[in-house]
């Protein structure tokens, strides 16, 4: 089995697929950052983990400039190709390629759970202004919904997860070098043919890294699943949204 660390690089190696299968995320959330952490058009902002610029983009008409990091070349490629003008750079959680205190806000889409959280949260707050905001989003499938915990069950979701379903980060953030850490959660859909919602599946990090015969297997039990919805499918999420303000450190 891979370990984190791999699944969070290997794993998503087709940014291609990546894009077209998964979800934006919902406005109410993208709405709610602008008004909770102050993000206005003059502001520099980090996409951290950016895949293939999803949030990105969503985030791009808010503010003056977008920084882009990505460990992947197969996401920052299609990052690029998607979203011209946005400045699109190799880095890692650990590792960001920017100053000191250069942007005003940092966000984390769908990526904050591969994180090494304390040394991710030290860089994280190296690079933002004194107060400088932090935005965690996640597009977690409603598993209250009971076809949409069968699908779970079929993709392993349930024995081979990157992180629990419905986790709360709130003291991992507080943890760090950050205060006043509010969690809210909204409602989200993804409407799908059968076809988009096997190709969503299939973006699943570990499930791309199975032996062609072991995804197979798998892939026969989500058909089991799939088959049974009417078409267009709608695909329900649970979307965690974290805000924090970088702490000002004394010394």
């Known amino acids: 089995m891979a370990n984190k660390d791999e699944l969070a690089v290997r794993g998503f190696a087709d940014g291609s697929l990546y894009n077209a299968a998964r979800p934006d995320y ?15 058009r003059t502001m520099h902002v980090l996409d951290l983990g950016a895949g293939t610029g999803i949030f990105t983009r969503q985030i791009l008409p808010y503010v003056a400039k977008v920084t882009a990091v990505d460990p992947s070349s197969s996401m920052r490629a299609s990052l690029r190709s998607e979203t011209p003008g946005v400045e699109v750079l190799e880095g890692s959680d650990v590792a960001i390629p920017l100053g000191e205190g250069v942007v005003d806000a940092v966000f984390v ?14 860089e994280i707050h190296r690079v933002l202004v004194p107060g400088g905001a932090l935005g965690l989003i996640w597009n977690e499938r409603d598993e209250t919904v009971a076809w949409v915990e069968e699908l779970s069950r079929a993709m392993r979701w349930d024995v081979r997860q990157p992180y629990e379903v419905g986790t709360d980060f709130s003291d991992v953030v507080a943890a760090g070098p950050f205060e006043d850490v509010a969690r809210v959660e909204f409602k989200h859909v993804q409407t799908l043919t059968r076809e988009g919602l096997y190709q969503r599946v299939l973006t699943t990090s570990y499930i791309s890294l199975m032996s062609d015969k072991e995804r197979d297997v798998l892939m026969r039990d989500v058909a089991l699943v799939v ?25």
């Open 26 to 40: 919902p406005l109410v959330a993208i709405e709610h950052f602008v008004a909770t952490l102050g993000i206005m």
């Open 109 to 122: 889409a769908q990526a904050f759970h591969w994180f090494d959280a304390p040394r991710a949260l030290a």
């Open 227 to 251: 088959e049974r919805q009417a078409e267009p499918i709608t695909l329900p999420y649970a979307t965690s949204v974290y805000t924090a303000k970088a702490a000002l450190l004394v010394g």
